[in-house]
């Protein structure tokens, strides 16, 4: 899960980082609402939390904007306005839920995960297959039950090999489907994603034969 926190005090928003990073999260941390529409227009984000009380701009007129651009992102906002009135002029302005400081970083954690399921919605895809819990659509993963951080790649590549049911998939077929791109860059950019898989997820969760390619190392659940 990809995470853009916008928060200008840089010690809570380092302990953020750390936080959310142990519970297998990417996040990207900005501390200005210019940097965050900065990092909205460079990749995309599975949700946003932001503070209110921003150096250069209010909170709810930042969370306006980049909801115009993409109006389904997910917003938790995280701040130390405590007051109802607060609360629901953040809700009215468009957050998706609310946390007043100090918080629990596992509550936080575990609300943008339910965030995220909930806009995907309860009946998004989800792959099952040994040890592996894989939602493609969203790009949530769990190992054993343990959240793990995935790239959009690497969750693409875990996906086709899913779809196969176990058959093997030639090199150029993934290349194909994955990349568009000539052989031998697509082969050497493959190489790359399975070796991450494999760090992040074990070496069982790929197999590679020669002259057949690859193939997911865990049998699907039915």
């Not at 946390?99 to 995220?116: G, I, N, Q, T, Y």
């Amino acid at each position: 899960m990809r995470v853009l926190l916008v928060e200008d005090d840089e010690l809570i928003g380092k302990g953020v980082v750390v936080g959310l990073r142990q519970h297998g999260m990417e996040v990207r941390h900005v501390g200005s609402a210019q940097e965050a529409e900065a990092a909205q227009a460079q990749q995309s984000f599975h949700v946003l939390v932001l503070d209110l009380g921003l150096p250069d701009r209010d909170g709810l007129d930042l969370l306006a904007s980049m909801r115009a651009v993409e109006p389904d992102l997910p917003v938790l906002i995280l701040t130390a306005r405590d007051a109802i009135e607060h609360r629901l002029k953040g809700l009215h302005g468009g957050a998706d839920d609310y946390m007043v400081k100090p918080f629990d970083l596992r509550e936080l954690a575990a609300r943008l995960h339910a965030l995220v399921r909930r806009t995907q919605g309860r009946a998004a895809q989800r792959i099952e297959a040994g040890p592996l819990q894989l939602e493609p659509d969203s790009g949530l993963a769990w190992l054993d039950g343990v959240p793990v951080s995935l790239s959009r790649r690497e969750v693409d590549v875990l996906a086709q090999l899913a779809n196969a049911s176990g058959r093997w998939v030639s090199v150029e077929t993934l290349n194909e489907r994955l990349f568009g791109l000539e052989a031998e860059i697509g082969r050497n950019a493959l190489n790359v994603h399975i070796h991450n898989i494999r760090r992040k997820l074990g070496g069982d969760a790929i197999e590679t034969a020669r002259g057949l390619g690859y193939r997911l190392g865990w049998r699907l659940t039915p």
